[in-house]
């Protein structure tokens, strides 16, 4: 079975403070990891994937197969950073789909 | 270049109705995929459309189906409509030559009401 969880569904931090969006998931293959923002009044879009290796707006998310795991990661918090937060994972390399946790929502209080 | 269009942007149905949603994806792009994300959920896939046929399908029923055009437009219709149907309906575009690094753009959502 093809799963993602994201245990917390809210995460308010302080700016400046480090941030760590959890996400695990469930499969039996090589699985492609992604995060997707959202921010407010915005569209879904792409933020890193883990093919890249790269850092977005300062996020970074490791792909740790051993715990199934890609949290995505921030040393200081800025309150641009507050939005909702998906972590999604592609079962088929090439394939469209995409499955979906439950999303983050992410506040960054000044 | 817009982006990823959809229409309309809001939609109240009753129980049993159709409804057909609409798709317009971005420029340069020949891929759609749909997505139905009910409120507190992450997306849930529902099918991808490519060369005018449905190349992957998620878990939904037969109430569900699609078209894509020629100009790679696409179409979600949902037949005898549910009250767990209220959703948002997402659409997602990419290329077809870029699927080992494709990049989905997703479209601002169609919020369908079943009453």
């Known amino acids: 079975a093809q799963r993602v969880t994201q245990p917390e569904k809210l995460l308010s931090v302080f700016k400046g403070a480090p941030v760590e969006l959890k996400c695990n998931y469930s499969?039996?293959?090589?699985?492609?990891l992604f995060w997707y923002v959202q921010y407010s009044r915005q569209r879904l879009q792409l933020l890193l994937r883990h093919i890249s290796r790269e850092s977005i707006k300062g996020f970074t998310a490791d792909l740790n197969k051993g715990e199934t795991s890609f949290h995505l990661k921030k040393p200081f918090a800025q309150e641009e950073d507050s939005a909702m937060y998906y972590c999604a994972l592609r079962p088929i390399q090439g394939a469209q789909k995409l499955v979906f946790g439950q999303g983050t929502r992410l506040t960054i209080n000044p | 270049d817009a982006g990823v269009t959809q229409s309309p942007t809001h939609l109240i149905k009753t129980r049993g109705q159709q409804v057909t949603l609409r798709c317009s994806p971005k420029s340069g792009h020949d891929t759609v995929s749909w997505y139905q994300q009910a409120l507190g959920q992450g997306p849930q896939f529902i099918f991808q459309?490519?060369?005018?046929?449905?190349?992957q399908r998620g878990n939904f029923p037969d109430r569900f189906s699609g078209h894509q055009f020629p100009n790679y437009s696409s179409e979600l219709n949902v037949n005898a409509l549910l009250l767990g149907d209220s959703a948002l309906y997402l659409c997602?575009?990419?290329?077809?030559?870029?699927?080992?690094?494709?990049?989905?753009?997703f479209g601002p959502g169609t919020r369908l009401t079943v009453l």
């Open positions: 459309y490519y060369e005018e046929e449905e190349r």
């Open positions: 997602a575009s990419s290329r077809y030559s870029d699927n080992w690094n494709n990049e989905q753009f």
């Open positions: 499969y039996s293959g090589s699985p492609e």
